[in-house]
Nanobody
Framework: QVQLVESGGGLVQAGGSLTLSCAAS????????MGWFRQAPGKEREFVST????????DYSDSVKGRFTISRDNAKNTMYLQMNNLKLEDTAVYYC??????????????WGQGTQVTVSS
């Protein structure tokens, strides 16, 4: 059983930056691909980014490509999401997940509780 805890969310002005972290425990972190998803009020959870087990392969949604960077440190059992040039529409609860390298939520087995990111004008 893998436990995931997100941190780093907060309030930021449009155009600003934030870095989210996802700390894993209770399992073999490097055995899993990791992903970030987000859910805005009144909307379904959507894919943001994913990274394979060793960081050699990544994927992003079109809405964040070029602005967000996913990375992981297997020695620290931690994944990151560097978010630059944040937009109002990036406001959401961000979730990290562990599972397969995929852009679909159903391929992920473990989920964190989420961290709120709010972008203001």
């Amino acid at each position: 059983q893998v436990q995931l805890v997100e941190s780093g969310g907060g309030l930021v002005q449009a155009g600003g930056s934030l870095t989210l972290s996802c700390a894993a425990s209770g399992g073999t972190f490097s055995a899993y691909a990791m992903g970030w998803f987000r859910q805005a009020p009144g909307k379904e959870r959507e894919f943001v980014s994913t990274i394979n087990w060793n960081g050699g392969n990544t994927d992003y949604s079109d809405s964040v490509k070029g602005r967000f960077t996913i990375s992981r440190d297997n020695a620290k059992n931690t994944m990151y999401l560097q978010m630059n040039n944040l937009k109002l529409e990036d406001t959401a609860v961000y979730y990290c997940a562990a599972g397969r390298f995929a852009n679909v939520a159903r391929f992920y087995d473990y989920w964190g509780q989420g961290t709120q990111v709010t972008v203001s004008s």
